[in-house]
């Protein structure tokens, strides 16, 4: 690695690393329902680096617990990871001129921070002409910084938590903490018109079909949230309602 792709990859890393406190938080929480729930030492290990999905973890882990058909399992987590394929939307025309197994690479590690934090720096993809001047793709650098902290710190909590958990009295409200570490992603993702609409309506669903069983008011809010952020999405960034 050139010096200066190594300082592009340093300055991502720290980036991320400012949201340190709230991924760790997030991770703990999420590392601590795997081993309260039915899964044993290894299979919640193995969720925790191969899944790397903190909310699907958590929708799959009462589906997982009440015997459901894998499918079922499926297709929850699909509908709770369906903003990522809107991530990687976005991020596809800054990054649609690396191979293959490296734009997948890169999807998996792209969580939510990573992508607020790289398109709130490089709104717009690089020209041709940037692109070819650019021989160290140091944008690329950068993200990669920011992912590897961003896995790093979520690991440790994730970890921590399967490891720890029997140790955790349920009295300490670590549902509440997680929410309030979800919370924290989350806002400053609203900096649209149409995502502050999309969360009204996610709000609004999940709370009216909550009696749904298995947990599908997640789903049904989901769905709805998608159609009315695509619908309203038409307003420059920053605009208010």
């Known amino acids: 690695m050139a010096p200066l792709q190594k300082q592009f990859f340093i300055d991502g890393f720290k980036e991320m690393s400012h949201s340190g406190v709230t991924i760790l938080t997030w991770g703990f929480v999420t590392g601590i329902a795997m081993?309260?729930?039915?899964?044993?030492?290894?299979?919640?290990?193995?969720?925790?680096?191969?899944?790397y999905a903190g909310s699907s973890q958590l929708a799959a882990l009462p589906l997982i617990a009440a015997g459901?058909?894998?499918w079922m399992?499926?297709?929850?987590?699909?509908?709770?990871?369906?903003?990522?394929?809107?991530?990687?939307?976005?991020?596809?025309?800054?990054?649609?001129?690396?191979?293959l197994w490296r734009r997948i690479f890169l999807g998996y590690c792209t969580a939510d921070f990573s992508y607020l934090l790289y398109i709130k720096r490089y709104p717009n993809p690089q020209t041709p002409?940037?692109?070819?001047?650019?021989?160290?793709?140091?944008?690329?650098?950068?993200?990669?910084?920011?992912?590897?902290?961003n896995w790093f710190?979520?690991?440790?909590?994730?970890?921590?938590?399967?490891?720890?958990?029997?140790?955790?009295?349920?009295?300490?409200?670590?549902?509440?903490?997680?929410?309030?570490?979800?919370?924290a992603i989350i806002v400053?993702?609203?900096?649209?018109?149409?995502?502050?609409?999309a969360a009204l309506t996610a709000t609004v669903v999940a709370v009216a079909?909550?009696?749904?069983?298995?947990?599908?008011?997640?789903?049904?809010?989901?769905?709805a949230a998608l159609i009315v952020g695509m619908m309203t999405d038409k307003s420059p960034k920053g605009s208010m309602p």
Request: charged letters at 10%; hydrophobic letters at 55%; zero cysteines.
């Open 188 to 197: 400053p993702m609203l900096d649209r018109a149409s995502a502050r609409w």
């Open 153 to 183: 710190i979520w690991q440790v909590g994730s970890i921590s938590g399967i490891l720890l958990a029997s140790q955790i009295p349920n009295s300490w409200g670590l549902e509440f903490a997680g929410a309030i570490a979800l919370l």
């Open 209 to 223: 079909t909550y009696g749904v069983p298995f947990r599908l008011n997640i789903v049904l809010a989901i769905g």
């Open 73 to 99: 399992i499926l297709i929850t987590s699909f509908m709770v990871n369906l903003r990522f394929v809107i991530f990687s939307l976005g991020l596809q025309a800054h990054f649609s001129y690396l191979p």
């Open 35 to 51: 081993a309260k729930s039915t899964l044993t030492l290894h299979q919640a290990l193995a969720m925790s680096l191969l899944v």
């Open 68 to 70: 459901l058909p894998i």
């Open 129 to 149: 002409q940037e692109l070819n001047a650019d021989h160290q793709h140091l944008r690329l650098q950068w993200m990669m910084g920011m992912q590897f902290s």
